[in-house]
């Protein structure tokens, strides 16, 4: 199955009094991965996307800090449901797993909020990049 990838610049404001990236900065991390991965597997803006983050969960296994320069994060499909979309992360530096994530977002019907179906489109261009 094939990944997504992106680079993500460490900043200094990503850093806390311990000296490393903060752990609530590693779900902004994978936030900006998911924006770019809209843009660029599903030729999407991620804001004009009727859907939402039902559940996140991070495994920390090392510390990041400023002077990794870099993280990169890995997007595969676990599961692509009806309405939702299971995505397992691994966050690196230096080649290194640093934290892994998984993320379930859910499309939602933008009139009533309840969870609609995965637009054909989307779901088209997720098997096809994944292969799933």
């Not at 609530?24 to 924006?35: G, H, I, K, N």
């Not at 510390?63 to 990169?72: F, I, K, N, Q, S």
């Not at 309405?83 to 290194?96: F, K, L, N, P, Q």
Request: aromatic content about 6%; hydrophobic content about 40%.
């Amino acid at each position: 199955m094939t990944t997504y990838t992106t680079e993500i610049d460490v900043r200094f404001r990503d850093i806390d009094a311990m000296g490393h990236v903060n752990n609530a900065v590693y779900a902004t991390y994978l936030e900006q991965a998911r924006t770019t991965y809209f843009r660029d597997v599903l030729d999407a803006d991620l804001s004009s996307i009727a859907t939402v983050l039902a559940s996140l969960s991070i495994d920390f296994r090392r510390p990041v800090e400023l002077t990794d320069g870099t993280v990169a994060v890995e997007i595969a499909i676990d599961e692509l449901g009806t309405s939702s979309v299971t995505m397992a992360h691994d966050i690196r530096t230096g080649g290194e797993v640093v934290a892994e994530a998984e993320a379930t977002l859910v499309s939602l019907d933008p009139d009533s909020g309840k969870p609609a179906p995965i637009p054909n489109e989307h779901r088209s261009a997720i098997e096809s990049y994944h292969g799933v």
